[in-house]
């Protein structure tokens, strides 16, 4: 299937919003990493910002969980490599959820 052609104002657009959200991502894994996001917060939001990231990439933000453990986490849960924060299933969330409960 081909990309269908773009205008060189609407390339720009599109390149801009691309920026504006991996810089939100990336915003939000590092609250994630120190800690002042919980994982609770992160899988309750329902915007394609936070449903598009990869469940690995999320694990290996946290603090404490580097890619070695994330890998044995995604195999524990039952959980894909590829998967996406919005394609968990409600157990795979449950257990997410179950296995590093909100500090407060």
Known sequence: MA???LTPSQR???????KAVRKERG???AQLKAGTLP??????RQDTVVGKLRVRRV??????????RAGQLLA?????????????GANQRARLLAFFP???
């Open 12 to 18: 720009a657009e599109a390149l801009e919003k691309a």
């Open 27 to 29: 915003d939000l894994m």
């Open 3 to 5: 990309l269908p052609a």
């Open 76 to 88: 524990d849960f039952g959980i894909s490599e590829s998967r996406r924060v919005q394609g968990l």
């Open 102 to 104: 909100p500090t407060g």
């Open 59 to 68: 694990l290996e933000s946290l603090p404490g969980i580097g890619a070695v």
């Open 39 to 44: 994982l609770t917060d992160l899988l309750a």
